[in-house]
């Protein structure tokens, strides 16, 4: 249930979707998390949302001479509303055949949209294996992109019920937020986005709710 504090965070909710949240502001936000389970759904979509909006070219977006209508923002926050109220009545009546639709719909939506914005071939990308805690896992493939790297990971073995970040840290030694995601013990794909160039990436690297490192790998400098 939303309560005001909930409403508080939502800023800080937005802001750990896109991986640029203040590093004061998360520690409050993770201790929120872990009694609120609205919140931390909230936080999932949000996540799926913006690992998604990683695939539009941003600079074709911004020099397009077409302006959008005044009222665009209103229709699409308008449509917004009504798909989430539907979708979670739909969960309500029927929790596994809607978990498993709405899990191919974002797949679909996500292969759609890499096919209308950048055409079905993908550049070649550097895989990098990421070593970390017993019995987590995790391949990554960088690729690069005119925003910065794209970052499609297939990781297992982390804690389901827990939040992580991933990190990729450029040749000046800042570290730089890709995104967050939630652990799965099963193998699961998850693409994310940094604002880091690929060839100056130097290590990519994932954290858990404690700032305590998980997976860890240095990238192989450009030849």
Known sequence: MTTETCRDWRG??????????????????????DGCASCRAELRDLTAVASALTAVPVMDVITAPAEPSSTLGGRVLARVAQERDARHKRHVRRLAAGVGGALATV???????????????????????????????????????????????KVSGLDPHRYYWLWLTGDDDHRMAAGTFTGSSQPSDIRLMAAVPLDEARRIWVTDEENKIVLDARIPAPA
């Open 12 to 33: 800080a909710l937005g802001a750990a979707a896109l991986g640029v949240i203040d590093p004061v502001e998360e520690i409050g936000l993770r201790a929120h998390l």
């Open 107 to 153: 797949a679909a939506a996500i292969v759609a949209l890499l096919l209308v914005v950048g055409g079905s071939s993908q550049p070649p990308g550097t895989s990098v294996p990421m070593a970390g805690a017993p019995g987590a896992h995790a391949t990554a493939l960088l690729r690069s992109q005119a925003t910065g790297t794209a970052i499609d990971v």
